[in-house]
C-alpha cells in the first residue's frame, strides 16, 4: 500500500503545532496594527512576467511555475512585494500617503530544505510607500524590533545590522577606483559567511589585485556601535555618492533605540534593488539565518509601471523567529484543547445538554459526544483530547439547573447555576 507523504520542505501543520503558529502570527499582526499598518491579501498566484520584473528569466529556477494555460504563464509567488506593488500601483493616485501595510501569508521558492528554510513557508511582510524621509525607514525599523520584543526576546538576544547601499557603493567606488562596483559589493556582503582564503580566491577570480583585496577586507572589518563608525566614516574622502549615504545613515540613526543597533558596512543585502538604507535582524549568537531583512528601494514602483515613488520594507519569515523562541522558552504555550466536555449521562437529558453547549460556545471552545457512548468513554475521550473541564448533565442537573463542573487538571469539582456560566 502506497504511503504518501508531504512535498520535500513543505511541512504539515497538525493542531497544536498550528495552534502555536497562530499564536506567532497573533504577535505579529497585533503588534503591525499597533504602527497603524493596514493588513491586506495579495493572491498566491501571480504572473511570471510580474514576479521577472525586477529579476529576469534567472528568477524561473526558484519559484513554482504553475502549467502554462494558453497565453498564461503564472507562478507561485516566492515574495510578496511584486504583489503590493502590484496592488499599489492600481490604485497609486488616489491612496493618501503614506501607505503602511502588512500581511502574513505563505510563499514558496524552488531550493533546497534546511534548518530555518522551507519550500513552503510564511512571512510576515510589512511595506511603506511614499515617504522619502528617515523616519520611514526608522518605522520599519522600529516595527521589526517591536515584533522581536512583543515575543518577549530581550536587546541581548537579537541584533539589528543596518547598513547605506549608497555609502557601501560610494566607499568601494573611492577604494577601488574601478567600474566592478557590484562584483566588490557582492563579495563584501559574502565576506561574514566564507573564510577568508575563500574571499581571496573568489576575489582574484572577478580580477581584483592584492591591493584592491585588502581595501575589500579593510572595508568589510567596519563594523560597530552607529555613533563609532560614523566617526570613522567622516575621516575618510567619500565621493558625493557616499557621502549622500553616509548623511541618510546619520539621520536614521537618531530615530533607532541606542542599544542593539550595529552599523555593518559589509551589509548589503542580496537584492539588487535596494536604493538606500538596508537592514538585518539575527540571533546575536548567529545561530540560525537571518530573521528578518529589508530596506529602501525607491525605484521598484516604476518598474512596476507606476509613478516613481519612495519605498521601504521588510519580510520576516516564521521559521527562523520560531528556532530563536524555542531556543529561549519564548514560544508560545496554548494548546488545540476545548475549554469543555460537556458530558450526556442519559439520552433524557439531552436536550437539555445541547441548551448548555449552545450557552457556553459564545464564548468558549466546546466539545460534545456525538458518538453516544456511556459515561466511561465519554470521560475517556475528554483525556485524550486533553479537555480543561468536564461539565456533567443528567437527570439533577435538568431538574435544578445547577451544573457540576471537574477541572480536569486537579480533579476538583465544583457546582454553578446555570444562568451564571
Given amino acids: 500500500m502506497t504511503t504518501f507523504q508531504p512535498p520535500k520542505g513543505m511541512p504539515d501543520f497538525y493542531a497544536q503545532e498550528k495552534a502555536?503558529?497562530?499564536?506567532?502570527?497573533?504577535?505579529?499582526?497585533?503588534?503591525?496594527?499597533?504602527?497603524?499598518?493596514?493588513?491586506?491579501?495579495?493572491?498566491?498566484?501571480?504572473?511570471?512576467?510580474?514576479?521577472?520584473?525586477?529579476?529576469?528569466?534567472?528568477?524561473?529556477?526558484?519559484?513554482?511555475?504553475?502549467?502554462?494555460?494558453?497565453?498564461?504563464?503564472?507562478?507561485?509567488?516566492?515574495?510578496?512585494?511584486?504583489?503590493?506593488?502590484?496592488?499599489?500601483?492600481?490604485?497609486?493616485?488616489?491612496?493618501?500617503?503614506?501607505?503602511?501595510?502588512?500581511?502574513?501569508?505563505?510563499?514558496?521558492?524552488?531550493?533546497?530544505?534546511?534548518?530555518?528554510?522551507?519550500?513552503?513557508?510564511?512571512?510576515?511582510?510589512?511595506?511603506?510607500?511614499?515617504?522619502?524621509?528617515?523616519?520611514?525607514?526608522?518605522?520599519?525599523?522600529?516595527?521589526?524590533?517591536?515584533?522581536?520584543?512583543?515575543?518577549?526576546?530581550?536587546?541581548?538576544?537579537?541584533?539589528?545590522?543596518?547598513?547605506?547601499?549608497?555609502?557601501?557603493?560610494?566607499?568601494?567606488?573611492?577604494?577601488?577606483?574601478?567600474?566592478?562596483?557590484?562584483?566588490?559589493?557582492?563579495?563584501?556582503?559574502?565576506?561574514?559567511?566564507?573564510?577568508?582564503?575563500?574571499?581571496?580566491?573568489?576575489?582574484?577570480?572577478?580580477?581584483?589585485?592584492?591591493?584592491?583585496?585588502?581595501?575589500?577586507?579593510?572595508?568589510?572589518?567596519?563594523?560597530?556601535?552607529?555613533?563609532?563608525?560614523?566617526?570613522?566614516?567622516?575621516?575618510?574622502n567619500l565621493s558625493p555618492e557616499g557621502s549622500a549615504g553616509l548623511n541618510e545613515i546619520k539621520s536614521l540613526a537618531k530615530f533607532l533605540p541606542k542599544k542593539g543597533i550595529v552599523l555593518d558596512i559589509s551589509l548589503a543585502r542580496g537584492f539588487a534593488y535596494y536604493t538606500g538604507t538596508v537592514f538585518e535582524i539575527s540571533d546575536t549568537q548567529k545561530k540560525f539565518r537571518a530573521i528578518c531583512g529589508g530596506g529602501r528601494y525607491d525605484n521598484l514602483i516604476e518598474i512596476f509601471g507606476g509613478e516613481k515613488t519612495p519605498a521601504v520594507g521588510f519580510g520576516m519569515g516564521d521559521k527562523t523567529i520560531s528556532l530563536l523562541l524555542e531556543e529561549k522558552g519564548l514560544l508560545p504555550k496554548v494548546s488545540s484543547s476545548p475549554d469543555f466536555f460537556v458530558a450526556n449521562i442519559d439520552e433524557k437529558s439531552a436536550e437539555f445538554t445541547r441548551e448548555v453547549v449552545q450557552k457556553l460556545r459564545k464564548k468558549y471552545s466546546v466539545e460534545i459526544d456525538i458518538m453516544q457512548r456511556k459515561l466511561g468513554k465519554q470521560l475517556d475521550y475528554a483525556n485524550a483530547i486533553g479537555s480543561k473541564r468536564v461539565i456533567f448533565v443528567g437527570e439533577d442537573e435538568v431538574k435544578t439547573k445547577v451544573l457540576k463542573i471537574r477541572d480536569m487538571s486537579t480533579g476538583k469539582e465544583e457546582k454553578i447555576k446555570l444562568d451564571q456560566i
Avoid at 493616485?93 to 534548518?115: M, S
Avoid at 541581548?156 to 547601499?165: A, E, S
Fill in 20 to 236: 502555536v503558529q497562530n499564536a506567532v502570527f497573533s504577535v505579529m499582526s497585533k503588534t503591525a496594527q499597533s504602527f497603524a499598518f493596514q493588513e491586506v491579501d495579495p493572491p498566491v498566484v501571480e504572473s511570471f512576467a510580474l514576479l521577472s520584473a525586477k529579476s529576469g528569466e534567472e528568477i524561473k529556477g526558484q519559484i513554482f511555475m504553475l502549467e502554462k494555460k494558453g497565453s498564461e504563464e503564472l507562478a507561485l509567488r516566492p515574495e510578496f512585494t511584486p504583489g503590493f506593488a502590484r496592488m499599489f500601483v492600481s490604485k497609486q493616485r488616489e491612496l493618501p500617503k503614506p501607505v503602511k501595510w502588512f500581511t502574513i501569508g505563505k510563499a514558496w521558492r524552488y531550493e533546497a530544505p534546511q534548518k530555518g528554510r522551507s519550500r513552503e513557508f510564511f512571512q510576515l511582510n510589512a511595506e511603506l510607500y511614499g515617504c522619502d524621509k528617515p523616519e520611514a525607514d526608522a518605522e520599519i525599523i522600529n516595527l521589526a524590533i517591536a515584533v522581536m520584543k512583543n515575543f518577549g526576546l530581550k536587546e541581548q538576544d537579537f541584533v539589528v545590522q543596518i547598513n547605506n547601499r549608497k555609502l557601501l557603493s560610494g566607499i568601494i567606488s573611492s577604494a577601488i577606483k574601478n567600474e566592478k562596483v557590484q562584483q566588490a559589493m557582492r563579495l563584501i556582503d559574502k565576506s561574514a559567511k566564507i573564510s577568508e582564503a575563500e574571499l581571496d580566491l573568489e576575489a582574484g577570480k572577478e580580477g581584483f589585485d592584492k591591493k584592491q583585496i585588502i581595501a575589500l577586507k579593510s572595508i568589510a572589518k567596519l563594523k560597530g556601535e552607529p555613533s563609532k563608525i560614523i566617526y570613522e566614516l567622516e575621516k575618510m
